[in-house]
């Protein structure tokens, strides 16, 4: 349940992060010429845009596939942190 809350706060800003990357990847076509800015330039603005112009559920489009993917992960990394910590009879902190 952990991992499927830090994955939900923490998708939208993924959301801009690619859009920017993808933006600023694509900035000179093939033919050297450069193509327009995107309509926004850093994450607060990304946010802003998007939630006005597209609508607040497009910050969370994907989000189902992320947390099938997030919350086995998290529950694995629990689970060897725990197994170690018996292995090297460490205390907890």
Known sequence: V???CAQ???HPLDVIRRRLQLGNMARVS???TQKPKPPYSNM???LYTVGKTEG??????GLGPAC???VPSTAIGYYIYELMKRLLRVASV
């Open 8 to 10: 939900a706060s923490a």
């Open 44 to 46: 607060v603005s990304g």
């Open 2 to 4: 952990g991992g499927a």
């Open 56 to 61: 607040l559920h497009v910050l969370f489009r």
């Open 68 to 70: 099938f993917e997030k």
């Open 30 to 32: 093939a033919d050297g």
